[in-house]
């Protein structure tokens, strides 16, 4: 791996674990082990980081999307991949709620001008959950299926990081996908 990517690497890590504001150069400097003279020649300035941080958000987003497009036949069974996305990441949630809320709540509050990159990782989703509604037959709704559900997983971590309870996590991942089966059956 290169060194930028190293830096991009651990500042992402440490962007979700302390927030944007509260990590450093020298932070990410000390987890990459590498001098600040080093760091300044890959990076002049934070928000270049958080640039190249949001950037590889996105590819890893848009990667795990055609990865559950390729290995789930059906479009319900593409957002339950979605839907279990809250378990498999159920620790770290806890620990510092949802990285992509995190950043894009941090960002709001701060007024960054690179919030609507932040933003851009929610609407890959609302967009992909959008395209599996509209698969699943339900085009008329497919931008406030998305959105619900987007809504809803985003609160699921909220509360999961506020109370540290995986029991919440599981519970409601089960309420998700039986909304989820009712949305398949034309029932909700």
């Not at 992509?100 to 941090?106: K, N, Q």
């Amino acid at each position: 791996m290169q060194k930028r990517e190293q830096i991009v690497d651990a500042a992402d890590r440490l962007f979700y674990e302390r927030g944007f504001e509260s990590t450093s150069f020298a932070d990410i400097a000390d987890a990459v082990g590498i001098s600040r003279g080093n760091f300044y020649h890959h990076f002049k300035a934070k928000d270049d980081i958080l640039e190249a941080v949001i950037a590889l958000r996105l590819e890893r987003t848009q990667t795990m999307l055609d990865r559950w497009a390729e290995e789930s036949g059906t479009p319900e069974e593409r957002i339950r991949c979605f839907n279990r996305m809250l378990i498999a990441n159920r620790v770290k949630i806890m620990q510092h709620g949802c990285p992509v809320g995190t950043l894009a709540a941090e960002l709001a509050k701060l007024d960054h001008a690179l919030q609507p990159q932040a933003n851009s990782l929610f609407t890959l989703f609302r967009s992909w959950l959008a395209q599996q509604f509209c698969a699943m037959g339900c085009k008329k709704h497919a931008e406030a299926l998305s959105m619900h559900l987007l809504a809803r997983s985003q609160g699921v971590a909220a509360l999961a990081n506020a109370f540290h309870d995986e029991a919440f996590i599981k519970s409601e991942v089960e309420q998700m996908n039986l909304w989820l089966a009712a949305v398949a059956a034309g029932k909700h």
